[in-house]
């Protein structure tokens, strides 16, 4: 009907205000356990409703817009709705990918006496996907890790997603002992 035209072309003339919902991604992919980023490009409204795949959640503010750290992995359909005080409102929507960490089983080789420089460290990657970066609290990036004195060892694998894991373990010597050299 006419009146309900009339009645619709207010409201459509009384939401073309300021009323502005816009954001971005810092990235559009990120690793389970980072926070996530939303930059907010100019965002007006009274109220902000955000939905992850239909979902309500809340975001924390940040310096350039707000934060979010997801716990589940996959693909994030994120709306961001604005609304005013008349309930005129405008969304922006971004898509992001929260990737799974790789995972790696770390063996050692034990030393053969406290003070042999012949110990190793093997890791062996359990999933990610390649290519694959290891580098050693030592500096090397070769596996195994070899020429290693009884100790500590950390490594930190980066897969093909950009997420990293990091993970230790000790080498131990042959003998089960330390040497005593006073």
Not at 91 to 99: A, E, G, K, P, R
Not at 119 to 126: A, D, I, L, R, Y
Not at 134 to 154: A, E, I, V
């Amino acid at each position: 009907s006419s009146a309900a035209s009339d009645v619709y072309k207010r409201q459509l003339y009384m939401c073309l205000g300021i009323l502005v919902a816009s954001i971005n991604l810092a990235n559009n992919s990120n690793c389970i356990g980072d926070a996530s980023s939303f930059i907010d490009l100019g965002t007006i409204a009274d109220s902000l409703i955000w939905t992850d795949n239909g979902l309500v959640f809340n975001p924390s503010p940040s310096a350039l817009g707000w934060i979010y750290n997801f716990n589940t992995t996959g693909v994030h359909n994120i709306t961001l709705t604005a609304i005013d005080s008349s309930g005129c409102f405008d969304t922006s929507n971004v898509v992001l990918t929260i990737y799974d960490l790789p995972e790696i089983i770390m063996t050692p080789v034990s030393a053969s006496c406290n003070t042999c420089a012949d110990g190793e460290v093997f890791v062996t990657v359990v999933s990610g996907p390649m290519p694959h970066q290891l580098l050693w609290s030592t500096g090397g990036s070769f596996n195994p890790l070899t020429g290693l004195n009884p100790g500590s060892y950390t490594a930190t694998l980066t897969d093909g997603n950009a997420c990293s894991i990091t993970d230790s373990i000790n080498v131990g010597n042959s003998v089960g002992i330390f040497e005593n050299n006073n």
